[in-house]
């Protein structure tokens, strides 16, 4: 974001816990990782999935309240259409060699990018340290995202 | 975001009218306030709701399409399930200090935050002036609105 | 974003597909180039559904996990109700002179803003560049979107 025209620098915040809510962001911070771009990302409310040792492998496509994926409403509230949908989209991703949630947040994590979970998120689901996986850097509060944020991008997802 | 890498001003846009809709924007706005930073909210689409005199006590939680509650779908779909969900989360933010919404954006306005909410959108739905709190300081245009937001953050929530 | 307090620039990336989804960003970008400022949209994910030939028709409101919508949940599941709602939207947006989606993309890739499409989804979904709309001008790499972002403000709807 300097004079010069270049992107130095993006935060990125995750705050959703499905697989449509975490990947763009995920895509986001590897992709920026590619070009050399700094890339730190911040998960809060239901993004915290993300990172959450006994809920990454679990991180699904939401199936109603989604038009996008052109099933009827009735028909996405069926037991079970979720998982089917995200057992898809998950062998679709496999054969593009988009890793999966728990794999790609490692793989991201490794390239240099910054995890960060969001204090105000940790104490709202009661979380705790050690429930997060090894990578996360710190639980930081808004005024220090900002700090970090400070001289590039924030983009919120 | 001049050049010596401090955030002077952020414009977080508050679009969507669920409880997770709205918080994150909320809580944003505040952190900026506490660390001194300049902060406006705008409220566009149904994150009106949010500054609406008769709908901002009943802004509520999403209980379907939301796999991040882990929920069965057809769980979230039951009547009730959306307003004991809100309830709990609601008493959790209250052991945490987090105020409910109307209280909150009270709060947020008195820090010196700009409460803006979005013309198209009020235009959309039907709204008057008088329909909204007090708090807010106009009703103001896309174009008004990036003017506002040059030398800051633009964050859309 | 320079030091000027002016906006130069604004990269809108759009990745739901609901109509809730797809017009904040459609009416920042239409309001970025009414000011003379330089507008790019990035279609991702779902989002894609606004540029592609055979499906931006059928963008649609998302009636179901939407308390914005202030319909109990159950209705909002019920057959046809989404469809209901998205002629309702369409009426009112009718009567203010907001286009529907295909009108309105049409109409802002001619005040020069440009269209983009998200190589990561398109191979997520199996879509050929003949799927999408001419006035698409290339479908690029995340890395190609920072450079085409430099400079500007990102935002995410």
């Given at each position: 974001m300097a004079g010069d025209g270049t992107?130095?620098?993006v935060s990125i915040i995750i705050s959703k816990g499905s697989l449509e809510g975490v990947y763009p962001g995920l895509i986001m911070a590897n992709g920026a990782r590619a070009e050399g771009i700094e890339a730190n990302l911040?998960?809060?409310?239901?993004g915290l999935d993300a990172i959450h040792e006994r809920r990454w492998e679990r991180v699904r496509l939401a199936t109603v309240g989604n038009p996008g994926l052109h099933l009827p409403t009735w028909v996405g509230a069926l037991p079970g259409v979720s998982a089917l949908m995200t057992r898809y989209m998950a062998r679709r991703m496999d054969r593009l060699d988009i890793p999966p949630v728990p794999e790609f947040v490692e793989m991201i994590a490794d390239t240099g990018a910054g995890l960060y979970a969001c204090q105000a998120s940790v104490d709202l689901f009661g979380y705790r340290r050690e429930d997060f996986i090894g990578q996360v850097k710190d639980i930081i509060t808004v005024g220090e995202f900002y700090d970090l944020a400070a001289g590039g991008q924030i983009i919120f997802t």
């Amino acid at each position: 974001m300097a004079g010069d025209g270049t992107i130095e620098k993006v935060s990125i915040i995750i705050s959703k816990g499905s697989l449509e809510g975490v990947y763009p962001g995920l895509i986001m911070a590897n992709g920026a990782r590619a070009e050399g771009i700094e890339a730190n990302l911040f998960f809060t409310f239901f993004g915290l999935d993300a990172i959450h040792e006994r809920r990454w492998e679990r991180v699904r496509l939401a199936t109603v309240g989604n038009p996008g994926l052109h099933l009827p409403t009735w028909v996405g509230a069926l037991p079970g259409v979720s998982a089917l949908m995200t057992r898809y989209m998950a062998r679709r991703m496999d054969r593009l060699d988009i890793p999966p949630v728990p794999e790609f947040v490692e793989m991201i994590a490794d390239t240099g990018a910054g995890l960060y979970a969001c204090q105000a998120s940790v104490d709202l689901f009661g979380y705790r340290r050690e429930d997060f996986i090894g990578q996360v850097k710190d639980i930081i509060t808004v005024g220090e995202f900002y700090d970090l944020a400070a001289g590039g991008q924030i983009i919120f997802t």
